[in-house]
C-alpha cells in the first residue's frame, strides 16, 4: 500500500465524477447502441464509466479462455471521446463453469449445506482455488489495462459483505480458529473472556471451538462478537489479495470498495485503511417520510462515509430514478435527483455516479432506473435531470478535492452495535440505537455545523464537543481516552446504556459506567425498560436530591442556564437509567414513577472540560436545546447562524474559501440569508429557495 500523503494528488481527479455502472457486454451483439450511448453520455456531462463489475463469464468464458479485446474497444472508444473510466475487479460474480467444476468456491450455510450456484456475493473468502482464480484474472486486467490513459481507479469487487450469511465451512472454521488462537493466545486466556464456564460450556483446545449458528453455539456473546471479527478480518484479507494482484500486474492507480448504507456485519473502520479512497452506494426512500427526515439519516451516512478517512469520497451509486428491490419502487419527485446528488457533494463526495447507465433488458435488475431506460432516447424527464446534475458538477469543479473541518463528532461504532443488539436486555423489542445517534447527529446539523461520525478508534482531541451516545461497550482504552480528552477541556455528552462491558462483552464490576465514573460525575444504580406505551419527563431540577426526596436544592451549575428556557420540561420513552449523583449537577430530574426526582440529564466539571449524561431516552428537542446550548458555551456557530426547519447548511473548505450549500428539503419554498460576500455557484436564489432546491455559494475567509 502507497502512503497516503504521497498519493493526494492522484486521488484528486481534478473534475467532479459524473457517471457511474455501465454493462457493455450487455450490448455487445448491438453495436448500434454502444455507439449511441457515447452521444448520450456526453449530452448529459457524463466523464466516467465504471466497468467490468459483474463480467468475468465474457471476460473468461471457459476456463483458462480469456477474452478482453472487447473490453480494450469500448475502454479505447470512451477515452477518445473524452470519458474515463474506473475499473472494476470481476470477483463479486463467479462464471458457472468455475462452480462446477470447483464447488469449494461456493459458501456453506450455518447448517452446514453448500450453496448452489446463482445470485452474487456467495464466494467463500477462504478458498484457496477461489483466491487463485481471482489473483490470475485480477493480475491480466492490470496488465492489460493498469497503465490505459483513460483507467483512473480500481474498484475491488463489489459491495463486499452482501450476501444473506458469512460461510461456515470448513476452510473457514479452520481460519476463525487459528484468528482465535493469535488474538487469545492460549485456550484458558478464550474461556476468561468468553465467559464460558456459563452453562457449562467451557473449551479444552482451539480445536473444539466452532462458529456460532442457530444450530449450535450462540449464547456466548463475546463468540458472537470474535466471530464477526473475524469476518470483517476475512473481507480485509480478501482485499489485501486482489490489491496485491493488482500490483503484481504493474497498475498503481488508487483502489476503493463500494461499501452500503448503515452495514452492520462488517466493521468498515478496519476496511477503510486497506483502499484508497471511500466510496458507498446511496439508495435513501426518498418521498416515503417527509424529506427532510429522510435527508438528515442520509446526510449522517455521508459523514459517516466521509469520516472514515476524513477526506472526500465517491458516490459510487445511486439511483436517478427509482430503484426495483425496495418495497415501492417510488419515482423521485421534481428537484429531487438534483437535491439528493448535490447533498453527497456537499457532504464531501467528488462525484455523483449510477446504477446504471442503460437500463438492462432482463434479469433482476431490469426495472431498476437507470439515465438511459428501455425507450432509449434523451427526450426522458430522468435524462433532463441527470444532464442537470451534470452541468452542476462543472460548476462545482473548485469544490473537488476541498476538505470537510468539523469541530463537533458523534461516535457511532458498529462493534458496539454488535454487542448491545446481542445482549438481552434491558429492551429485547428496540434499544434504538441508530435513531438515538441520529438525535445527536441532527442537533449539531440543525445548528449548521459540519459533524465528523467517528468510532471508538479515532481520535477525539481535534474536536471542541463530542456525543457517545449509547456506548454500551467500551472497547480497549477507549475510557482512558475519553478521560484524557475531558481533563484538557473537551465536552462529552454520553448517554443512558454506556459503559456496561468490556469489548468482549464482560460487564464491568464495581459500578458504570466502567471507568468513567468520576468523569461523569456519577454511578447508574439501574435501568427502566419501559413498555412502547409509557413515557416520562424530565422537569428541571429546582428541589430534588439525587434519591428522590426533596430534602435539598441542587446548585445552580455556575455560568447561567445550559438548556435555554429553565422551564421547559421533555418526555422521554423506552429507556429511563436511574443514576446517583457524586460531583454531577442535575439539570433535569424526573417528573413521574418511583424515581420521581431522580436525575434526568447532568452535567460535570473534570479538569478542564465537561461531561453531560443524558439518562434517558428523550425526544429530539431535549437534543436540539442542549447540544445548541454546548456548541454556544464552546464558541462554535455555522455559517447562517439560524438554520431554518428542513434546511441543511454544509460547508467544504479549500484555500482561501469555505463553499456552502444550502439546501431545503421542505415541501415549500423557504427564505434562507445567504453569508455576506457570497457567490452563488449554482442553483436559484432571490432570498428564498425553492423545494428540494440547492444553493452553492463561495465565501473568501
Known sequence: MTDMTDRKEQINFGKML?????????????????????????????????????????????????????????????????????????????????????????????????????????????????????????????????KHPAVIAWHISNELGGAAHDCFCPLCQAEFRIFLREKYGSIDNLNKAWATTFWSHTYNSFDQVEAPSRR???????????????????????????????????????????????????????????VDIISWDNYPSWHKKEEAVTAMDTAMQHDFMRSLKKAPFLLMESCPSATNWQAVSKLKKPGMHEASSLQAVAHGSDSVLYFQLRQSRGASEKFHGAVIDHYGGDDTRVFRDVTRVGEDLEKLA??????????????????????????????????????????????????????????????????????????????????D??????????????????????????????????????????????????????????????????????????????????????????TCTHLCDLVRVSTAQPLLVYGSDFYKGWPALTVNRFGEGKAWYVCADFEQRLYDDLYRAIAGEAGIRGPLGEVPEGVEVTTRTG??????????????????????????????YDGTIDSFGTVAASVRK
Request: aromatic share 12%; hydrophobic share 40%.
Open 398 to 479: 473548485d469544490v473537488c478535492g476541498t476538505e470537510t473541518v468539523a469541530k463537533v463528532a458523534v461516535v457511532y461504532d458498529v462493534e458496539n452495535r454488535w454487542a448491545m443488539e446481542q445482549a438481552q436486555g434491558p429492551r429485547n423489542a428496540g434499544l434504538f440505537y441508530t435513531e438515538t445517534a441520529l438525535k445527536s447527529y441532527a442537533a449539531f446539523r440543525r445548528q449548521g455545523l459540519n459533524v465528523d461520525v467517528i468510532d471508538e478508534s479515532q481520535p477525539l482531541d481535534c474536536y471542541s464537543v463530542v456525543a457517545m451516545p449509547m456506548l454500551y461497550m467500551l472497547r480497549e482504552g477507549f475510557a
Open 18 to 146: 459524473h457517471g457511474g455502472d455501465y454493462n457493455p457486454e450487455q450490448w455487445l451483439d448491438s453495436p448500434e447502441i454502444l455507439e449511441k450511448d457515447i452521444e448520450y453520455f456526453k449530452k448529459a456531462h457524463i466523464n466516467e464509466v465504471s466497468i467490468g463489475i459483474f463480467s468475468w463469464s465474457t471476460l473468461e468464458p471457459e476456463e483458462g479462455r480469456y477474452c478482453l479485446d472487447w473490453m480494450q474497444e469500448i475502454i479505447d472508444r470512451l477515452w477518445a471521446n473524452g470519458i474515463s473510466v474506473i475499473l472494476a475487479t470481476p470477483s463479486g460474480a463467479r462464471p458457472k463453469w468455475m462452480a462446477d467444476k470447483y464447488p469449494e468456491v461456493l459458501r456453506v450455510d450455518e447448517y452446514g449445506k453448500r450453496d448452489f450456484f446463482g445470485a452474487r456475493h456467495n464466494h467463500c473468502l477462504t478458498s484457496p482455488v477461489y483466491r487463485e482464480k481471482v489473483r490470475i484474472i485480477d493480475r491480466m486486467l492490470s496488465e492489460r489495462f493498469g
Open 655 to 684: 484555500g482561501d474559501k469555505d463553499f456552502i450549500f444550502i439546501q431545503n428539503f421542505r415541501r415549500e419554498r423557504v427564505a434562507v440569508a445567504l453569508p455576506a460576500g457570497a457567490e452563488i455557484l449554482c442553483g436559484e
Open 216 to 274: 449450535g453455539e450462540n449464547g456466548l456473546h463475546a463468540l458472537n462478537l470474535d466471530w464477526r471479527r473475524f469476518v470483517t478480518d476475512r473481507y480485509a484479507d480478501f482485499i489485501k489479495a486482489e490489491t496485491a494482484a493488482i500490483r503484481e500486474g504493474g497498475s498503481i492507480l488508487p483502489t476503493t470498495i463500494n461499501m452500503m448504507y448503515d452495514f452492520i456485519p462488517i466493521n468498515y473502520h478496519k476496511l477503510a485503511p486497506l
Open 481 to 570: 481516552k475519553v478521560r484524557t480528552y475531558v481533563e484538557n477541556g473537551g465536552r462529552i455528552i454520553m448517554t443512558y446504556w454506556s459503559g456496561i462491558v468490556d469489548e468482549t462483552d464482560l460487564c464491568f464490576l464495581g459500578g458504570t459506567p466502567g471507568g468513567l465514573m468520576d468523569v461523569l460525575g456519577l454511578r447508574s444504580t439501574e435501568i427502566d425498560g419501559l413498555y412502547d406505551w409509557e413515557m416520562n419527563t424530565g422537569i428541571p431540577a429546582d428541589s430534588f436530591s439525587a434519591d428522590g426526596t426533596q430534602d435539598k436544592a441542587y446548585p445552580k451549575e455556575d455560568g447561567g442556564p445550559i438548556i435555554s428556557g429553565t422551564k421547559a420540561s421533555y
